[in-house]
Every structure is written in C-alpha cells, then in structure tokens.
C-alpha cells in the first residue's frame, strides 16, 4: 500500500512476511509479521523518519513491535538519517504475532504530532 501526500513525500508499506524471533528479541512472540516500510521525499525539504507514526492492530489488539537486534530488527527509533530531497529510505518493522494467522492493519503517518493527515495503511492477513 503506498501513500502520497501533497508535500511530496510518500510512504509505502510490503506485504507481512512471517518471521520466528530469536531468543534475545523483546517482546517474546509466537512469531512477527515483519513490513519494509519506506519513505520517498519528493519534496524539497528533507524528511526525518523519526517522526514516523507507526501503529499495528493485530486481531483487534494493539500489537507491539518486536525488537530483535539479531535478525536486524531495530525498530521505528533506528531510522534516524534524514531522507534527503529525491531519495528515500527503507526501514524494516515488526510486530509481535499469535501462532496462527491473524488479521492485521498497520497504519503509518509521516507525523507523530497530528493524527489528522491521512496515512498508509496495510491491512491484510499474517
């Protein structure tokens, strides 16, 4: 699913893949539905990713990213280079799953100071 807003910039969420966490990820989860998520600037100011907005709902519960610094999963905070005017970045996120296969929706917004500005959002089965 990808988003464009009129400021130029644009977010696109993957299709889930499913992951089993390591022994040293947190929070301990049957498994993670892991989303690229990335941020094209077509704007002329640069973007910084910290001020992402990142929500997932799995089964109708708030779903909590999974952290697992082992398979390279470090979070919404680890995307802190600025997107530069014509580029853009890729970040992976994950979110703590029930063993079977659940509905999900992960909602991003550019902005975590308004919850007014559309978002991209994925929903889906993972």
Do not use: C
Request: net charge negative; glycine share 6%; proline share 9%.
């Amino acid at each position: 699913m990808s988003r464009l807003w009129q400021n130029g910039l644009a977010i696109t969420i993957s299709e889930p893949k499913s992951l089993a966490p390591s022994d040293t990820a947190y929070p301990k989860a049957p498994r993670a539905a892991v989303f690229e998520v990335t941020v094209s600037n077509g704007g002329s100011n640069p973007y910084k990713p910290s001020e992402l907005s990142v929500r997932a709902i799995v089964a109708g519960e708030h779903a909590q990213e999974v952290l697992d610094s082992a398979q390279g999963l470090n979070g919404i905070a680890s995307a802190n280079e600025e997107v530069l005017p014509g580029k853009q970045l890729t970040t992976t996120l994950a979110f703590a799953m029930p063993e079977q296969r659940a509905p999900v929706k992960v909602t991003v917004q550019p902005s975590t100071s308004s919850q007014v500005t559309p978002e991209a959002v994925y929903e889906g089965q993972a």
